[in-house]
């Protein structure tokens, strides 16, 4: 089983639409969860961090269920440079620092 | 300006031959990672080092080899053990690794290819 788990999409939506993405991650010790962006071809870059109580980044809102183990980002009023893919990533594991990275979900905003 | 930087950008590999990866950081971070990425798929790890002249084997580290002789340096090797190194590789650096400080900031990555 995958330390985290995503759908790949991709996802096609048009500017302005709200769109949400879930990831579930395996190991129920894991004590920070992220959120990065990658285009195409560039490397990950941080879009927010994920805290228990869900916190809100403008148009993104991240949120953390640990009873079900999943996390969710939310886009709203997309804009053409969300387009990217958004990988999910957690802790976990007995090592301190080592992140596990979901494959990530595709999105492409249309105008 | 602080950062992570990658040379080279594009490499290519003959086949035998052992080619060197560059990582360097000066953003003070201990910690210090080394991923690879194929098409479609997510990052692995291959070697991480959370301090000088440590370090251990990821995921996927056969093939490779590291060393960790500066704070601020953290060079891959792929060596020709390795049989299928065509990939994106990605360094990345944190704080002392624990909780809060697991952030990991990435350099702009090498594009390695077999010829």
């Known amino acids: 089983r995958k330390e985290v788990e995503q759908d790949p999409g991709p996802f096609n939506v048009p500017e302005g639409a709200t769109v949400a993405f879930n990831c579930t991650y395996s190991n129920s010790a894991s004590q920070s969860f992220f959120w990065y962006r990658q285009d195409c071809r560039k490397e990950p870059k941080l879009l927010m961090s994920?805290?228990?109580s869900g916190n809100e980044d403008g148009r993104f809102t991240a949120q953390l269920n640990r009873a079900s183990q999943y996390i969710s980002l939310l886009i709203r009023d997309s804009k053409l440079s969300d387009s990217a893919t958004y990988l999910c990533?957690?802790?976990?594991?007995?090592?301190?620092?080592?992140?596990?990275f979901g494959r990530g979900t595709q999105l492409t905003v249309w105008p | 300006d602080g950062g992570i930087t990658q040379s080279p950008k594009y490499l290519f590999r003959k086949e035998g031959q052992n080619v060197t990866l560059s990582c360097e950081q000066n953003l003070n971070h201990d910690a210090m990672y080394w991923y690879r990425q194929d098409p479609g798929q997510g990052l692995r790890l291959i070697y991480y080092?959370?301090?000088?002249?440590?370090?251990q084997k990821g995921d996927i580290a056969e093939g490779y080899s590291v060393s960790r002789e500066k704070k601020e340096s953290f060079p891959l090797t792929v060596t020709s053990a390795q049989k299928n190194p065509t990939a994106f590789y990605l360094c990345?650096?944190?704080?002392?690794?624990?909780?809060?400080?697991?952030?990991?900031?990435f350099g702009p990555g090498t594009r390695l290819l077999v010829l």
């Open positions: 080092s959370q301090i000088v002249n440590d370090f």
């Open positions: 990345a650096s944190s704080e002392l690794a624990g909780r809060g400080r697991e952030t990991q900031y």
């Open positions: 990533v957690v802790t976990g594991g007995s090592t301190l620092g080592r992140l596990y």
């Open positions: 994920v805290y228990s």
